[in-house]
């Protein structure tokens, strides 16, 4: 029987840490963490995640693909939800709820660093509610009551909100911990789309027919290149120079998954599920969508893309 050296040219090799640039499909031992390795590029697909404890869609995410959390939605037409879940790269758990349960929120940071604002309940809402790992509180309102607007954002001390209805508008806030401020307006009036990125630097891409990308780069918004396929009701992740949008109406978008470069937009691997209105985290290479309608779901997807270690076993 031939070895792995005979096949591969190299011996399997013990190291006390993971090898800074390991090459395709090498494989070695980390004595450290006592767990057989290898290294591959991944060319980009979603797998099965642990699913929500609720089904629910129009919700709002934050967070990375193994440390997420989900907040608000509708498990019904007109059944708005407070719930928050939070995700270890494996299952959810529920944690403590929204103060003002309300679906098509946006919502910003990280699983212990969380902003949700907007919504609808099923007026359009201006509150906002800030998460520091444990709690919800109640802080001070968007200028604009609306829902179905962009979101982006780093922690509860730095968001923006952009877009929304009623009516569609170009409206955009910046939040600094404290207070929402007016900045300049988006150059296309809109709701339902994709968006990503933090407080200086974000993105909005589609919306009801439209396949329109903007930029923020923390004092205006200027348009680029489209997405391929127009589409409302989408979910993105990511950053404006490196993001992923997936899902969306209408029904032929519903599995559609694009990344973006920061010039093009570009067709990778479809969702496993259709899916609409789901709750996005992470980044353009380790997203998560989780949730969703068209039908409404509870199921989870993680997207991996590019160079990946993975653990063969562990001694």
Known sequence: MAEYKGIHGTKIQNYTSDPVNPLQGQVWFNSTSNSLKYFYVNPGSWATGG?????????????????????????????????TEKYNGTSWTEVNNLNTGRDRLGGAGTQTSALAFGGKTPNERNETESWNGTNWTEVNDLGNSRYSLGSAGASNTSALAFGGEPPTTTDTELWNGTNWTEVNNMNTARKEFGSAGIQTAALAAGGPGAAITELWNGTNWTEVNDLNSARKRLTGTGTNTAALVFGGDPPGTAKLTESWNGTNWTEVGDLTISREASAGAGTQTAALSAGGGAPATAATEEWNDGPQVKTIGTS
């Open 51 to 83: 699913d929500l404890n609720t089904i629910k869609y129009y919700t709002a995410g934050a967070g990375t693909q193994t440390a997420a959390l989900v907040f608000g939605g509708e498990s019904s037409p007109g059944a708005n939800l407070n719930e």
